[in-house]
């Protein structure tokens, strides 16, 4: 039974587990921060969808031994924040790790031993407002979890699955978790990245067949990695191929960092490919384009292209 559930990252995917999991009154539930943000988070506490919850806030070492410990970073937070969860693993905890990408699951294990881990991810279209983080409870498509090997129906999945149970949170355990967590990578990368170029909301791929033309692109290459790593992407259930429903003009996660001026996760999207595709001997031009792209456009961000008031010397003429 789980009796203690510790949050690392607040944030988009971070606040779909902390809305449900405060409706349980029989948990300890804690987000972990330290200083200045640990100070906010015990006085302001997590606003979510117009309400504010306050779970406990915890540093790693409050955390030690914590039964289940749910990461939801951002991709560059995760190797600053490898010490801190090494502090919090215990001789029994679990570590569920809900961010994007096919590889949060290895790094983690490597720094606190594989048998740690259960294979998960998520599937929320949460946002960031000036007032706090918003998604629609019921649309959202969930929490997928599982082991890699049987027994599928694990002591530690069915504790998952009883925590779950009547909070609100849709989840799904599964036997195919890697076909999930490839199914859920493939539309990240074909759905999330060419966006995020654009500039415009998801309806682009269905009104432009250019756009279509590139997110087709990237998939093709991404099947052809997953296959020659023995990932069946047919195995992948129905509820996990597509999406939570959003509208055309809706701006998933890369084109939201964009937006903000923040650096993007394209290095666990297309950067992940490249590599794995060296490795595969496996061409990927059309990720090797995005990767550089959405990189320039991060440069852009940082003020690298402000030109504003500089001349040129070799193409000014008297």
Not at 174 to 186: D, G
């Amino acid at each position: 039974m789980i009796q203690s559930v510790a949050v690392l990252g607040a944030g988009a995917v971070g606040s779909y587990v902390i809305w449900g999991l405060s409706s349980r009154n029989d948990i300890r539930l804690g987000v972990i921060a330290e200083g200045e943000r640990a100070v906010r988070l015990k006085k302001d506490g997590c606003v979510i969808n117009d309400t504010v919850y306050h779970p406990e806030v915890w540093a790693p070492q409050e955390a030690h031994n914590v039964d289940l410990l749910i990461v939801c970073l951002k991709y560059g937070s995760l190797q600053g924040a490898l010490d801190s969860i090494k502090e919090i693993v215990g001789e029994h905890t679990t570590v569920m790790s809900l961010m994007n990408g096919v590889d949060s699951e290895e790094i983690i294990g490597e720094k606190v031993g594989e048998s740690h881990v259960l294979y998960s991810l998520i599937k929320v279209a949460s946002h960031k407002e000036e007032t706090g983080y918003y998604f629609d409870p019921e649309t959202t498509i969930g929490i997928f979890f599982g082991e890699l090997q049987a027994p599928h129906d694990s002591d530690r999945v069915r504790a998952i699955e009883h925590l779950f149970q009547d909070t609100g949170i849709h989840y799904f355990s599964t036997e195919h978790i890697l076909a999930e967590l490839w199914s859920k990578f493939r539309l990240n990368v074909c759905n999330n990245l060419p966006q995020a170029i654009l500039g415009a909301g998801v309806g682009c791929y269905h009104d432009s067949v250019h756009m279509k033309a590139i997110s087709d692109g990237l998939r093709k290459e991404l099947e052809a990695i997953a296959l020659a790593k023995g990932i069946d992407l047919t195995k992948a259930g129905s509820a996990s191929v597509h999406g939570s429903p959003v509208p055309p003009s809706a701006r998933y996660s890369t084109l939201q960092d964009l937006d903000a001026g923040r650096h993007t996760e394209i290095d666990m999207f297309s950067g992940a490919l490249i590599r794995m595709g060296k490795e595969l001997g496996i061409p990927t031009p059309y990720n090797e384009y995005t990767y550089h792209m959405i990189k320039a456009l991060e440069e852009k961000n940082d003020g690298k292209f402000d030109y504003t008031g500089k001349i040129n010397k070799r193409t000014c003429s008297k």
